[in-house]
């Protein structure tokens, strides 16, 4: 049986990083005048890019040396899709991972959505942060003129206005949907199009389907167990620790 593991926020908790829809989570926290569904965004990054940057460094990059937790280390040899891009997983010695969503220690040129681009190492300990509006801009060769296609830089991270490209790895992930006898869901809101690809595949070819989360949200599917539970306390129950 080939087991397809899909993470969400909920597995990188216990690292100390916020989830995305809880009390303090990325996707409740804005910006002092944008929602953070308006904040994460291309439009945003293209129109504002200084406070764009100032809100993604504030909100993810902050957490960008934190460690794996013991979920981490389990998933390490595991058949892996993370909806995360906080790059635990890699962290943990998992080589194969898919990060769906990107990486916060990575970055690319600003390039047209399909265009396949070299993705780099971030060099974040450049930030000054008692300068951080400006030294993000250069930083990422924006100028006054705002992001210039193929000459500035941007987060190797998929923002929702964008869409699932070859550059964040979505044929790979389709493959190993379709190749998968199971599917198991670690810690998330199925709240993004991933998880609703990976439901669509599960359902078409009607493979058990498990949800692990303390108050997992309920799917639509024939084949599905819930486990309603933290992801540190689901590996016990499945090593018998």
């Known amino acids: 049986m080939t087991t397809l593991y899909i993470t969400g926020a909920g597995v990188s908790a216990e690292s100390g990083i916020p989830t995305f829809r809880g009390e303090d989570g990325f996707w409740t926290i804005g910006s002092r005048n944008y929602t953070p569904q308006q904040m994460a965004t291309r439009a945003m990054y293209m129109e504002n ?67 396949l681009v070299p993705i780099i190492d971030t060099p974040w300990e450049l930030v000054d942060e008692n300068n951080l509006t400006s030294s993000l801009l250069e930083l990422f060769k924006i100028s006054s003129r705002g992001p210039q296609l193929n000459v500035s830089l941007k987060p190797y991270v998929l923002l929702f206005d964008e869409f ?20 198991v869901f670690i810690g998330t ?35 599905v167990q819930y486990f309603p539970m933290s992801a540190k306390e689901y590996i016990a129950h499945e090593t018998g620790t």
């Open 49 to 115: 890019p200084a406070q764009f940057l100032a809100w993604y460094y504030q909100r993810f990059v902050t957490y960008r040396n934190h460690g794996p937790n013991s979920v981490h280390h389990w998933l390490a040899d595991k058949n892996l899709i993370t909806q995360n891009i906080d790059g635990l997983d890699g962290k943990a010695g998992n080589k194969e991972y898919i990060s769906i969503h990107g990486r916060i220690d990575k970055m690319t040129i600003f390039h047209d959505q399909g265009d």
């Open 164 to 183: 699932y490209t070859e550059l964040y790895s979505i044929d790979r992930a389709q493959k190993g949907m379709w190749d998968a006898s199971k599917m």
């Open 189 to 223: 809101s199925f709240s993004v199009n991933i998880t609703q690809m990976a439901l669509d595949v599960a359902r078409h070819k009607g493979i058990p389907v498990e949800v692990v989360d303390p108050s997992p949200a309920h799917i639509m599917h024939d084949n």
